[in-house]
């Protein structure tokens, strides 16, 4: 059968791979959830490689690392969907909202422009 | 014979973590994203973890193999949740070819807090 000094390599290449991609939506992400999300993932992603790392160094101690990160993953992927419920968002999504009903935005903007141009006269 | 249960199981492992991350780039919605990374990323990490278990045959580390393993079953379903309702509450857009939005009726839908 593969030694597992192969597998080991394969596996965390393969993971590598799942990072990279958590990484690119991160960047990419149109939303803010899409980047929650991508973070969750990195997080969890990160307990395997403590997983992993713990085979290839013959150190049981990395699994203390999985566990600790995926306690304040937990708690940090709960505080930022707390966040982004509860905050006004300004994301392109909230934008495209904005534009497919602009009577909602105009008169806040002639009565704010319209005081203005009266001192100016 | 535990050593290619080991080789076996840390390639399951990282195949589904591959298998997450081309899901999480290649899905079009963010409810979908979300399917696609956490039921395969918890698989992915709990296969992983569950090799490195056999691998050192140890009570402390099959113990906190068993405690990591238990956690992420825990609360991968209630970080994704809280993610996809804050996510449905801030009007993200669905995929534009979904038929069915059941909180779409207007009396359906959530007081905000």
């Known amino acids: 059968m593969i030694p597992v000094s192969t597998a080991i390599t394969i596996a965390m290449a393969l993971t590598v791979v799942g990072l990279i991609c958590a990484c690119i939506r991160l960047i990419l992400g149109p939303s803010r959830a899409d980047r929650v999300v991508s973070l969750d ?12 790392l713990a085979i290839l160094y013959d150190v049981a101690a990395y699994l203390d690392l999985g566990l600790a990160i995926g306690l304040i993953g937990f708690l940090a992927t709960v505080a930022f969907a707390r966040y982004i419920e509860s905050s006004p968002s300004k994301t392109p999504t909230e934008e495209v909202e904005v534009t497919n009903n602009p009577t909602a935005q105009t008169p806040i903007q002639e009565s704010i422009k319209s005081p203005a141009q009266g001192d100016l006269k | 014979m535990i050593e290619s249960l080991v080789s076996i199981l840390l390639i399951a492992g990282g195949l589904f973590a591959a298998i997450a991350g081309a899901g999480l780039l290649r899905f079009p919605d963010v ?5 696609a990374s956490t039921k395969a990323g918890t698989l992915g990490v709990g296969l992983s973890v569950v090799g490195s278990a056999f691998y050192f045959t140890d009570d402390m580390v099959t113990t906190k193999a068993v405690l990591i393993v238990l956690f992420i079953l825990l609360t991968a379903p209630v970080a994704a949740h809280l993610i996809g309702r804050a ?17 779409s009726n207007p009396s359906d839908q959530p007081k905000a807090d």
Request: charged share 20%.
């Open chain 1, 41 to 52: 993932l990195l997080t969890i992603l990160l307990v395997a490689i403590a997983a992993q």
């Open chain 2, 31 to 35: 409810l979908m994203r979300m399917h």
């Open chain 2, 87 to 103: 996510a449905y509450r801030t009007k993200t857009p669905l995929w534009e070819p979904t038929i069915i939005d059941d909180q």
